[in-house]
């Protein structure tokens, strides 16, 4: 079973920068990419962004595109998503995920069996 952890999260204001990271440990010879998703409060979790394993972006929420950047650090097998201008409604806890080869959308979350335990981002505005 792989092991996320994900960390960076925190308090910041609306136009501030913050980046994400998920370190992933165990067996990910069969990952075939990752993601991140964000649940709010009284929301169902939500697609942010897909990546390939070997660092290819895939895909972005409408939501964030143009403002948020997915990658990935190969050699230290690390997730990351950089925030930029960030808005109170991108308040949430964030996680991230990973997954075999599936006919899934890649922005269900029934694409990935492994996920973090989350990371909370709070925007004051």
């Known amino acids: 079973q792989v092991q996320l952890v994900e960390s960076g999260g925190g308090l910041v204001q609306a136009g501030d920068s913050l980046t994400l990271s998920c370190a992933a440990s165990g067996p990910t010879f069969d990952t075939y990419r990752a993601g991140w998703f964000r649940q709010a409060p009284g929301k169902e979790r939500e697609f942010v962004a897909a990546?390939?394993?070997?660092?290819?972006?895939?895909s972005y929420a409408k939501t964030v595109r143009g403002r948020f950047t997915i990658s990935k650090d190969n050699a230290k097998a690390t997730l990351h998503l950089q925030m930029n201008s960030l808005k109170p409604e991108d308040t949430a806890v964030y996680y991230c995920?990973?997954?075999?080869?599936?006919?899934?959308?890649?922005?269900?979350?029934?694409?990935?069996?492994?996920w973090g335990r989350g990371t909370q981002v709070t925007v004051s505005s």
């Open positions: 995920a990973t997954g075999g080869p599936t006919t899934s959308s890649i922005t269900r979350s029934s694409a990935y069996n492994n």
């Open positions: 990546i390939t394993w070997t660092g290819n972006p895939e």
